[in-house]
């Protein structure tokens, strides 16, 4: 028995564990026949297939959250109390619709001061180049007179310019998301009123790890399937952020979705970055029958199953990739193999 468990940790040094259990399992090829008088195992009808090379692009999945292309916090550029609030959540507004309206009746009074100040200033400007031409006032008088009037149009402009903030508008076409105050609350620069979204163009913002970012490039296309509408979509990469996250060791990549119908903000989503191409060996998925702990594979040699200790990889449909075990050629049991016994011998079902 000890010399049994030096050879088993020889081998697991050596060769690893799953390398160690298939050279285990090829022992037991070379097995002595059963003690005379034993039970000859019956032979079993069963269906045969051959180890395939399989080359397909492997890739990795990333998860992401969808988020639209454009989004905005509007907030009022000058103070005053919100006397009109004309949307709701949900609600889609155009560009250039009004969102919010505010009550400034001093600005509306500085306006009314600018605009008499600046009639006053082009009377004078008049009757001062009136005189001019009579001569009865000098160059400089007229010239005092023409900049009084340029400072009363900037105060004008100016005061227009402030009145105009009192109103807040949409800056593109989009959705109200969030509204951040009512009418009636005090608005003030810095603090918001509403959030809209555009709903033409969404993103999936997605968080790849560093060892993936490198098969990343601007404008590639990349598969992007999205549950909650049950398609697969066609993103593009539009952005790569320069420097990872210090804490995830991610890289934010972003990936233009085009117009689907369903897709929302929020949504989750994975997209599939390509990796190279890999070669690896394929076999029926039921050719594996998994016993406790272990997967095994009965190979087929002269009409005798061989129990063979193998490594699977992914599976897609009715196909099971085989990273170690097998040999490219070999024959197993693609149906039949739950209830077979190594050793046993075989023969192929009838079809």
């Known amino acids: 028995m000890r010399v049994m468990s030096k050879i088993h940790l020889s081998l697991i040094r050596r060769f690893g564990w799953w390398s160690a259990l298939g050279l285990l399992a090829a022992g037991c090829h070379h097995q002595p026949p059963p003690p005379e008088g034993a039970p000859e195992l ?4 069963v269906r045969l297939a051959q180890v395939q090379p399989l080359a397909r692009a492997a890739s990795e999945v990333v ?16 103070s005053g109390r919100i006397e009109q609030l004309p949307v709701e959540v949900g609600q889609h507004v155009r560009k250039g619709d009004l969102i919010a309206a505010l009550g400034v009746q ?20 008049e009757r001062y180049r009136q005189l001019l031409q009579e001569e009865a006032v000098t160059q400089a008088e007229y010239d005092a007179v023409e900049a009084r009037h340029r400072v009363a149009e900037a105060a004008v ?29 005090l608005a003030a620069p810095g603090r918001p009123i509403v959030t809209i979204e555009a709903t033409d163009v969404y993103r999936l913002e997605t968080d790849v790890p560093e060892t993936l970012v490198s098969l990343v490039k601007l ?19 539009a952005e790569i952020a320069p420097a990872a996250d210090p804490g995830s060791r991610t890289f934010r990549v972003k990936l233009d979705l085009p117009p689907t119908p369903g897709l929302l903000s929020g949504q989750f989503g ?11 060996l394929q076999v029926p998925a039921g050719a594996v029958v998994r016993r406790g702990q272990l997967e095994l594979v009965f190979v087929v040699t002269n009409n005798v199953a061989r129990m063979r200790v193998v490594k699977t990889g992914r599976r ?22 739950d209830r077979l016994r190594d050793g046993q011998r075989v023969q192929p079902a009838a079809p």
Request: one cysteine or more.
């Open 316 to 337: 897609w449909g009715d196909r099971c990739e085989i990273l170690a075990g097998l040999q490219e050629g070999e024959t197993v049991v693609s149906e039949g193999a």
């Open 106 to 125: 001093e600005m509306q009074a500085k306006l009314d001061q600018a605009q008499a100040v600046l009639q006053q200033a082009r009377r004078d400007l």
């Open 63 to 78: 998860l992401g959250v969808v988020r639209p292309k454009l989004q905005a916090t509007l907030e009022a550029k000058v």
């Open 219 to 237: 404008g590639d296309k990349v598969a992007v399937e999205i549950p909650a509408i049950g398609q697969r979509l066609q993103g593009v990469v």
């Open 270 to 280: 994975r997209a599939f970055i390509p990796l190279p191409q890999a070669d690896s």
């Open 42 to 45: 019956p032979v079993a009808e």
């Open 157 to 185: 402009q100016e005061a227009r310019t402030m009145l105009d903030y009192a109103q807040v508008r949409a800056p593109f076409d989009g959705v109200i998301t969030r509204k951040h105050a009512e009418q009636g609350d």
